[in-house]
Nanobody
Framework: QVQLVESGGGLVQPGGSLRLSCAAS????????MSWYRQAPGQERELVAHITSAGGRGSYVDSVKGRFTISRDNDKNTVYLQMNSLKPEDTAVYYCYAGYWKKWGQGTQVTVSS
């Protein structure tokens, strides 16, 4: 079955960096686009970044453009989210999503605070 397992969250000071990873299994990873979403307390879940099956630059919500980078390694069946210049408003649970399969990972907490 399709499984997505995120890792890499944690507590970081404003201006710091984190890299999230999402390991996928149960499907031919290289054939499908992948996304990262986030949900802050009391907020709706929002799309942060998307990458096509072929890779490339990805697409981003305006609030993270220039700070976050989505990438993938099809040999490792893994999608990444590199987050730089983190702000307190980036605090949220971050989820990996395989849209074709409508499958979510379990989420990983990112907290940006001094």
């Amino acid at each position: 079955q399709v499984q997505l397992v995120e890792s890499g969250g944690g507590l970081v000071q404003p201006g710091g960096s984190l890299r999230l990873s999402c390991a996928a299994s149960g499907f031919t990873f290289s054939d499908y686009g992948m996304s990262w979403y986030r949900q802050a307390p009391g907020q709706e879940r929002e799309l942060v970044a998307h990458i096509t099956s072929a890779g490339g630059r990805g697409s981003y919500v305006d609030s993270v453009k220039g700070r976050f980078t989505i990438s993938r390694d099809n040999d490792k069946n893994t999608v990444y989210l590199q987050m730089n210049s983190l702000k307190p408003e980036d605090t949220a649970v971050y989820y990996c999503y395989a849209g074709y399969w409508k499958k979510w990972g379990q989420g990983t907490q990112v907290t940006v605070s001094s």
